[in-house]
């Protein structure tokens, strides 16, 4: 269960969170059109840091923007920098958190369209708790496929979409592992229920490339950005599943999954010592604490 901070955003306002509601009759409760974004905010002193708040914001437009969604013409980065700030500062956690913005289709019961509907963003806060440990992660090989860009856009945040991952994960947890690892339909490694997924093999890091109907993460993106800055040799390509069980070194990140070791996928396990995923992870650390100053 989520440790959910006391104040919420919705209607243009803080609010109580518990006095946030969108009706049962909305779009976004009756077919999940919603948007979202959900990035890392640490204190600094009387300040916070959001991490890369620009290309979550940059994020969230494109999303809304793939599946049609109104994007509000005075949701300008400034104003939405100002909204989490606001509320923030309302919550003043003392301890790092998260932040889940949403952008929601909230007229009541218009039919299943995107055009002419209303739409408005909350925003909530939670204790920054990630959803694995650090290390020892354990994976299967999910029996659901990943949902194809020409059905629902992985790129895009669809919180409607989020059921493929829920009886993915699920399926998962029910035969002991920690988590599943998506196939797209050619059979090619995608990502996890709501992580990135990198492998070591012989010094390069290898991840699926962005065709892969996966989420382009923020994270991932930095990781391959400071992998190239330090000469570790990078590629994105299509990866298949038998190269994870050969891999030397597996593991996940996101902003809920931060960056964590995997130590088994399918029963096999991944002998490695690790030294570029530790390499990285310290690296990962340092930049969330290096945030956009709100």
């Not at 409760?29 to 204190?43: D, I, K, M, Q």
């Not at 890091?205 to 994270?219: A, R, V, W």
Request: charged letters at 20%.
């Amino acid at each position: 269960m989520a440790d959910i901070h006391e104040y919420a955003y919705l209607n243009k306002k803080v609010v109580s969170f518990e006095s946030a509601h969108l009706s049962i009759a909305s779009s976004a409760v009756l077919y999940g059109l919603s948007v979202y974004t959900v990035f890392y905010v640490v204190p600094d002193g009387k300040k916070y840091r959001a991490f890369r708040l620009d290309e979550h914001y940059k994020r969230l437009c494109s999303s809304a923007k793939i599946i049609g969604l109104n994007w509000p013409d005075y949701l300008t980065y400034d104003v939405f920098c100002g909204i989490i700030e606001e509320l923030i500062s309302a919550n003043s956690p003392k301890k790092p958190v998260f932040v889940r913005a949403t952008l929601h289709a909230d007229d009541l019961a218009p039919g299943t369209r995107t055009r002419g509907v209303h739409t408005q963003l909350s925003a909530f806060v939670y204790t920054a708790k990630s959803i694995h440990k650090s290390s020892g992660v354990r994976l299967k090989t999910s029996q659901w496929r990943r949902i194809p860009d020409n059905s629902i856009p992985s790129r895009a945040k669809v919180n409607g979409a989020y059921i493929n991952s829920v009886l993915a994960h699920q399926d998962a947890l029910d035969a002991g592992y920690d988590d599943c690892i998506f196939l797209d339909q050619s059979g090619h490694v995608c990502e996890l229920a709501a992580a990135n997924i990198f492998m070591v093999r012989n010094g390069v890091l290898i991840t699926p490339d962005t065709s892969s109907d996966l989420l382009e993460g923020i994270n991932r993106r930095a990781i391959l950005e400071f992998a190239r800055e330090k000469g570790i040799s990078v590629q994105e390509r299509a990866v298949d599943l038998t190269e994870l069980y050969v891999a030397d070194e597996v593991f996940i990140c996101g902003t809920s999954a931060f960056l964590a070791s995997v130590s088994e996928i399918d029963g096999r396990t991944i002998t490695g010592t690790n030294p570029i995923t530790k390499k990285l992870a310290d690296h990962h650390l340092v930049m969330l604490k290096n945030g956009k100053e709100l």
